[in-house]
C-alpha cells in the first residue's frame, strides 16, 4: 500500500468510532495530568499501561499518545497562572507567561499557549509525515548489528541526559541493565541472578518499574506539599481575541519554534526541557526588543509552547524508528508500545504503516482539539492548580500499586512498583538519573538479544560492528558521545594553561 493510501486508512480509523473518543479522552485527561505540578503526563500512562491490556493496542497507543500531546499543554496552564510549571517542557513559558498573566492578562497568555502549541504540532507532525517513508528505507538496511549499536548508542546518552555526576548516570544506567538481566535469559535459557527465589524465575517486568519510578516517586514527592498546589490566588482575565491574534500576527516565530522542536525532539535526551527555552533564546535574539523578555513579551510564550508541542512529534522519530527514549513519557510510552506488541523499528513502517500513521493523525487532531479545548475551558483553568494534595496522593498509589499487579497478576510486581517508588524518591533526592535507569532496563534486552545474533552471524568475530557502513557510524558516534565531553575538557583546560 502507498504512503497516501496508509495515510488515508489511518485517517478513517482516527476518524471513526472509538478511536476519535479515545484522542480527545486523551487530550483532556492530559491536559488536566500536566497543569497540576508534580503530576505529569507520564504518570497518568504509566498507571494506566497495565489497565490498558484488554485494549485494541493501536487504540491503546492513540490513547496514549494523545495523553503525552495533552499534557505538553497542561504544563503551560500552571506555568502561566503560579508560576510554577507543570511540566519541564512549560519551565520557559514561566517567563513571560506568569507577568502577563500578573498584568491581567491570564487569558490572553492562556490562548496565546492554546493556539500557538496547535498551530505547532500541526506543522511538526506535517513533516514528520512527510519524511516518513525515508525513515522506512533507511529502517529497512538495519539487521542485528545496526540494532545492538542502536541499543549501545542510546545507552551512551546516559551522559546527555545524566544531569550532575556522570558517573552517577553510568552507575544508574548498569543498574538498569542488571535489572534486566534478572531470570530466564531470551538468549541461553539459563535462569540467572534469582537468588533462589521462584517469583525471580519470570524476571522483573519493565511496567512495574516505570510505574514505581515515575507515578509513585513522584507521590512521595508531592507529600512533602501540604495543602493546595497553589496557595497563590490566580485569577484569569484578559481577552480570547487578543491571544488568537498575537499568534496570527507572528508566523515565522511559530514556524521556526517548531522546526526547533522537531529537530530537538528527534534527538535522545534532549527534549521539550532543552527545545522550549531554544527557541525561547531565538525568538529574543530575532526581536526588536529583547529586554522586554521576561516582562510579558507574547513572542515569549508563543516560541515556548510552539516549540514544546512540536517536540512531540519529534520524539516519536527516535522512539518509533529505534526504540529510543528521550524523556520520561517517551520511556513510558515505549513501555506501552512493547507492551501491546509493537516493536520499533522498520515493521512499524511497512507491514504496520497504517497503525504507526494512526499514531500521526492521531496527533494532527489532536493539535485541533487543543485549540478548542484550550480556548473552552480557559475560564476554568484556575481550579486545575487549587486541587489538594491530600486527594491526589490516595487515588493515584493505589492506582498505582494496583497497575503494577494487573499485568501478571504476581506479588512480584507490586513488590516491584514499591520498592523502585522508594528508589526513584532517594535518587531523585540525591541527584541519581532516573531516565538513565529507564534506559537500562529498557534497552538491556535489545542490546544482549542482538550482541547474541551478530556473534551468532560472525562466528564470534566483533568485526561484524564496523564491517557495515550504519553500524561503523554509530560506532563513531558513540565514541564521540562518551568522550567528546572529556575531550572538550581537556582541550578547554590545556587553552586555558597555554594562554596563563
Known amino acids: 500500500m502507498s504512503t497516501l493510501g496508509s495515510l488515508l486508512e489511518a485517517a478513517t480509523i482516527v476518524l471513526s468510532f472509538p478511536a476519535i473518543i479515545w484522542v480527545i479522552l486523551g487530550i483532556a485527561l492530559g491536559t488536566i495530568l500536566g497543569a497540576i505540578p508534580g503530576i505529569g503526563a ?69 490562548t496565546l499557549s492554546a493556539i500557538a502549541s496547535a498551530i505547532g504540532g500541526l506543522i511538526a507532525i506535517v513533516i514528520l509525515i512527510a519524511i516518513s517513508p525515508f525513515l522506512t528505507n533507511i529502517l529497512l538496511s538495519f539487521g542485528s548489528p545496526e540494532y545492538f549499536m542502536v541499543a549501545v548508542l542510546g545507552l551512551s546518552m546516559i551522559t546527555v541526559i545524566a544531569r550532575g555526576s556522570m558517573a552517577k548516570g553510568f552507575m544508574m544506567g548498569a543498574f538498569g541493565l542488571l535489572v534486566s538481566t534478572v531470570g530466564l535469559s531470551e538468549v541461553g535459557g539459563a535462569v540467572r541472578y534469582d537468588l533462589g527465589i521462584r517469583m525471580l524465575f519470570d524476571g522483573i517486568n519493565f511496567v512495574p518499574v516505570l510505574i514505581g519510578l515515575f507515578a509513585i516517586t513522584e507521590m512521595f514527592k508531592l507529600a512533602s506539599r501540604e495543602g493546595e498546589i497553589s496557595e497563590d490566588e ?80 519529534g520524539s516519536l522519530i527516535p522512539t518509533l524508528s529505534f526504540g529510543i527514549p528521550g524523556s520520561g513519557t517517551t520511556a513510558v510510552l515505549l513501555g506501552a508500545l512493547l507492551m501491546h506488541g509493537f516493536r520499533p523499528g522498520p515493521t512499524l513502517f511497512t507491514q504496520e504503516a497504517v497503525t504507526t500513521y494512526s499514531f500521526f493523525v492521531a496527533l494532527l487532531v489532536g493539535n485541533l482539539i487543543i485549540a478548542l479545548l484550550g480556548l473552552a475551558v480557559i475560564s476554568y483553568a484556575g481550579y486545575l492548580t487549587k486541587i489538594n494534595t491530600d486527594y491526589i496522593i490516595p487515588i493515584i498509589i493505589p492506582l498505582a500499586i494496583f497497575g503494577g499487579f494487573a499485568i501478571r497478576e504476581t506479588m512480584l510486581d507490586i513488590i516491584t512498583v514499591v520498592l523502585f517508588g522508594i528508589l526513584g524518591y532517594y535518587m531523585v533526592k540525591y541527584e541519581y538519573s532516573i531516565i538513565a535507569l529507564v534506559l537500562g532496563v529498557v534497552l538491556g534486552p535489545v542490546a544482549e538479544t542482538n550482541l547474541h545474533r551478530s556473534l551468532q552471524i560472525s562466528d564470534g568475530s566483533y568485526l561484524i560492528f564496523v564491517q557495515h557502513p550504519i553500524s561503523l557510524l554509530m560506532v563513531i558516534a558513540t565514541v564521540a558521545i562518551i568522550f567528546g565531553p572529556i575531550a572538550k575538557a581537556q582541550y578547554q583546560q590545556f587553552r586555558g594553561t597555554d594562554t596563563a
Do not use: C, H, W
Open 234 to 313: 490566580s485569577e484569569v482575565t484578559g481577552s480570547r481575541r487578543d491571544g488568537i491574534s498575537g499568534v496570527v500576527r507572528r508566523p515565522i516565530t511559530v514556524l521556526k519554534s517548531s522546526l526547533i522542536g522537531l529537530g530537538i525532539g528527534a534527538i535522545p535526551g534532549a527534549g521539550a526541557s532543552v527545545s522550549n527555552f531554544v527557541a525561547y533564546g531565538e525568538a529574543m535574539r530575532d526581536d526588536d526588543d529583547p529586554d522586554s523578555f521576561g516582562e510579558g513579551n507574547e513572542r515569549g510564550v508563543i516560541s515556548a509552547e510552539a516549540a514544546n508541542s512540536a517536540t512531540v512529534a
Open 42 to 110: 507520564a504518570i497518568g500512562i504509566a498507571i494506566l499501561l497495565p489497565l490498558s491490556i484488554q485494549m485494541d493496542g493501536g487504540l491503546a497507543i492513540i490513547f496514549f499518545v494523545s495523553m503525552y500531546l495533552g499534557g505538553m499543554y497542561g504544563g503551560s496552564i500552571a506555568a502561566i497562572l503560579i508560576n510554577t510549571p507543570g511540566t519541564a517542557a512549560a519551565a520557559a513559558t514561566t517567563l513571560d507567561g506568569y507577568p502577563l498573566s500578573k498584568q491581567g492578562l491570564a487569558v490572553n497568555a492562556l
